[in-house]
């Protein structure tokens, strides 16, 4: 089974500031780990992915995570945040094989200026 | 190329009642996923269709069903609506030509409000 926990329900910080949002995973099989931005009244759209390699992986609007294998975490980090970064962040995994994604609870991300 | 589109976006509904809703996936992608959007519960996987067959389930009840036509168009039914129904209801399309490394795509959804 899978599952996966973002620790932190809100994360508030000041423009410009530096944010890591963190997310950790549970899994018995081998699992892809992906990033997807929700903003107010939207879907959810794909920060970053990753699937093999580098386990630093860079998205879109200045986004990066790193994959832990050994504390089974990617959590996602910018150097510096903007306004219309305010938005909620989910965490996701879907198993290899398997179009079955597990999302984290989110965490909402408010950027003060 | 259009992304993925659902209707309607808002939805009100009695107890008891039962709701169609809809989703129109990317041009040529040939998997459509429903999740269920709750404060309480977060998303929470419902199903996927590929190829006009159910491939994945999620853990709810037989209320809620779906399928998938010949087109890609998805439709997600849940009938005998209850109050803990009213969420934010995700559609989401990929291409699945190489299992679960594909990006899926979100449309807006819609909103189910029971009362």
């Known amino acids: 089974a899978q599952s996966v926990t973002q620790l932190d329900s809100q994360v508030p910080v000041f423009e410009e500031a530096p944010v890591e949002l963190r997310c950790n995973y549970s899994?018995?099989?081998?699992?892809?780990l992906f990033w997807y931005v929700q903003y107010p009244n939207q879907g959810l759209q794909l920060l970053l992915k990753?699937?093999?390699?580098?386990?630093l992986v860079k998205g879109i609007n200045g986004f990066e995570a790193e994959f832990n294998k050994s504390q089974t975490s990617f959590h996602l980090r910018k150097p510096s945040v903007h306004i219309s970064d305010t938005a909620e962040y989910f965490c996701?995994?879907?198993?290899?094989?398997?179009?079955?994604?597990?999302f984290g609870s989110g965490t909402k991300l408010n950027v003060k200026p | 190329k259009a992304g993925v589109t659902q209707t309607p976006r808002y939805l009100i509904k009695t107890r008891g009642q039962q709701v169609t809703l809809s989703c129109s996936p990317i041009?040529?992608?040939?998997?459509v996923s429903w999740y269920q959007q709750t404060p309480g519960q977060g998303l929470q996987f419902l199903f996927e269709?590929?190829?006009?067959?159910?491939?994945n389930k999620g853990n709810f009840p037989g209320r809620f069903s779906g399928r998938q036509f010949s087109n890609s168009r998805s439709e997600m039914n849940v009938s005998t609506l209850e109050l803990g129904d009213s969420a934010l209801y995700l559609c989401?399309?990929?291409?699945?030509?190489?299992?679960?490394?594909?990006?899926?795509?979100f449309g807006p959804g819609t909103r189910l409000l029971v009362l």
């Open positions: 989401a399309s990929s291409p699945r030509t190489s299992g679960g490394k594909e990006t899926q795509y």
């Open positions: 899994s018995s099989v081998s699992v892809y």
């Open positions: 990753y699937l093999s390699g580098s386990t």
């Open positions: 996701a995994v879907t198993p290899y094989n398997f179009n079955k994604f597990y």
């Open positions: 041009s040529g992608h040939r998997s």
């Open positions: 269709y590929f190829s006009e067959t159910q491939r």
